[in-house]
């Protein structure tokens, strides 16, 4: 074999070993470094380099470790001997301004960053990694004086070097200047849409509006504005997002609008209030029009949906009579469609024409659907105090349910006896955990009450559920004047006290709680058994507190526990005990 080719094959194979044996030593390094044995990762770092000058990791790994040995300056001729071998190595370059930059050699910095510019005139890397070095010495000014100065050689467009701007300005709390940056950024690129609005984000409280002006200058971008939208999104403002946003998708329709619609009705769903159910309902009724079938549909049914949760039902009624006409409609979104349509009509009060299509869409509903309409329908019938009505909705209704309510119109007609055997029937898991609970009070109160009939008492308890608490008072006092001691009278007072206390406390003022405190007195001072007067006293208490009469509030408690010391409410009158106590001033 010829001289040459065995020197050949000789540096070959040593090429090969060395591989794996430099892995292996970088390797060795790391653990080192974990080790916290910086001075010992460094020696095996420095052998690495002596038989490959170039490696990078060896180089990145003595940035970590020289600097807590104090000997930072040992890598500056190790990076010029790298870069020079390796000139087009940006990541080297980087290396070299951060070590300047560390080693406080402003003007060498400089100096090799301008030779990396007019290395590679096109490339924005110069400037990103002088600014950055700059940056993380807390050199801010010049960090920002540089990137700039890269924006003009590079062209003077807004968009470049704007993330890093963006970030900088973050860094020393100038949010408007961060937004305006992120605002050239996101126009040219929306991808960073996401990553802009989470940054922004953050604004505090009183850079919010100044966050929001500089997106929606008059010259703004569309992105900008939906970048402002984002934002204002995140910060639960819901109604003006959506007047943002509108702006910027009101040029020719694309699929980056379908996008950008489907991104917007996405984090709506985040904002749990009305405005941002309505904005939900919005975003996603555009973006239906944009969308194939059937995904159009789908889209128009669930933007019902949150439109009617938003309290829009001009939206959302006319989004649904096109739905529910809709032949290419899929069968669950005509149903849901369909069903969000009879919600509308019956809480616009239109009961005839939702009973009517309640009949005769009957087949495009779910059964589930049907029976909690019939249900909504004639809860709003006996609202208007259309007993006879509300009953025939619910006659081929066989669900605990509907029994339940139909043991509610029971009693409003006056009919003791019925209802009671209804809502036993009914049970105590019926509708939800409230409803049996007002149930059970109910039947305990007509148990005291006893007889069959009491046509006065079920007309009161109607006024009640119609929402007219004066009314129901001056019913359930007539009623509580007809009964004899003993004879439900305290548990019927008792009621109109709670009730006269919630209207004072809701805005009826001075006069209802006078009222409900007269009737809280009244049982107290009759003296008879059962659970109405250690309640009484409690409510009487509580009412106190509330009008800022703390210190006879504890006294009301103190009487209700060494009274009443058996009584059920005596844990729950201890806890108020202790708040009212606490409500009275230190002297």
Avoid: C
Wanted: charge should be neutral; glycine fraction near 10%; aromatic fraction near 4%.
């Amino acid at each position: 074999m010829p001289r040459s080719l065995r020197a050949g094959g000789a540096a070959l194979a040593l090429g090969l070993l060395a591989t794996p044996l430099v892995g292996q030593a970088i390797g060795q390094g790391f653990e080192l470094e974990r080790a916290g044995r910086n001075a010992d990762a460094a020696a095996v770092y420095l052998t690495t380099l002596r038989t490959d000058p170039a490696n990078l990791p060896a180089l990145l790994g003595l940035e970590r470790v020289l600097p807590p040995l104090s000997r930072l300056a040992e890598l500056l001729p190790l990076v010029q001997r790298a870069r020079e071998r390796v000139p087009e190595n940006s990541t080297l370059r980087g290396l070299e301004l951060r070590v300047y930059a560390q080693m406080n050699e402003p003007d060498s910095l400089e100096a090799a960053a301008r030779r990396w510019a007019a290395a590679a005139p096109r490339s924005d890397a110069p400037y990103r990694e002088w600014a950055l070095a700059l940056a993380d010495r807390r050199g801010f000014d010049e960090a920002r004086r540089v990137l700039l100065l890269g924006r003009r050689a590079l062209g003077g467009s807004p968009a470049t070097l704007a993330i890093e701007l963006a970030e900088l300005e973050q860094r020393v709390e100038n949010w408007e200047g961060a937004a305006r940056e992120w605002g050239h950024a996101v126009a040219v690129l929306a991808d960073l849409l996401p990553n802009a609005s989470s940054q922004l984000g953050d604004t505090p409280l009183p850079q919010r509006t100044r966050v929001v002006a500089a997106l929606t200058t008059p010259d703004a971008a569309p992105r900008a504005r939906q970048l402002a939208a984002e934002v204002l999104l995140g910060w639960g403002q819901a109604t003006e997002a959506w007047r943002l946003f509108e702006q910027s998708i009101a040029g020719p329709q694309s699929p980056e609008t379908a996008s950008a619609l489907r991104r917007f009705a996405d984090l709506a769903g985040a904002v749990s209030t009305p405005a941002g159910h309505r904005v939900r309902g919005l975003a996603l009724s555009r973006w239906a029009e944009l969308v194939p079938s059937p995904l159009a549909e789908r889209a128009r049914a669930e933007a019902v949906r949150e439109l009617i949760d938003g309290g829009d039902r001009v939206a959302a009624r006319a989004a649904l009579e096109r739905l529910a006409a809709d032949s290419l409609a899929p069968a669950d979104a005509k149903a849901m469609a369909e069903a969000a349509l009879l919600q509308v009509l019956i809480a616009d009060g239109q009961l005839d024409a939702a009973e009517r299509r309640l009949t005769s869409q009957s087949n495009v509903l779910g059964g589930d659907d049907r029976a909690a309409l019939r249900l909504q329908l004639a809860r709003a019938r006996v609202a208007r105090g259309e007993l006879d009505r509300a009953d025939a909705v619910l006659e081929n209704d066989s669900s605990v349910a509907g029994l339940a309510q139909r043991g509610w119109i029971a009693l409003y007609r006056g009919d003791l006896a019925g209802a009671i055997a209804a809502f036993r029937t009914a049970g105590p898991f019926a509708v939800s955990r409230e409803a049996a609970t007002e149930r059970t009070a109910m039947v305990a109160l007509l148990m005291a009450v006893k007889g069959d009939q009491n046509r006065e008492l079920g007309t009161a308890l109607l006024a009640l559920a119609r929402g007219d608490s004066l009314g129901a008072v001056a019913g359930l006092r007539r009623v509580a004047g007809q009964l004899p001691p003993g004879g439900g009278r305290g548990d019927v007072l008792l009621l109109a006290g709670q009730v006269a206390a919630r209207v004072g406390g809701g805005g009826g003022g001075a006069p209802q709680e006078a009222i409900a405190v007269q009737l809280f007195q009244e049982i107290v001072s009759a003296g008879d058994t059962g659970s109405a007067p250690p309640t009484a006293e409690l409510e009487w208490a509580r009412l106190l507190v509330r009008q800022g009469r703390p210190g006879e509030a504890v006294q009301r408690i103190e009487h209700l526990i060494l009274t009443y010391p058996g009584s059920a409410v005596i844990p729950e009158a201890r806890r108020e005990l202790e708040r009212a106590r606490g409500a009275i001033p230190r002297s």
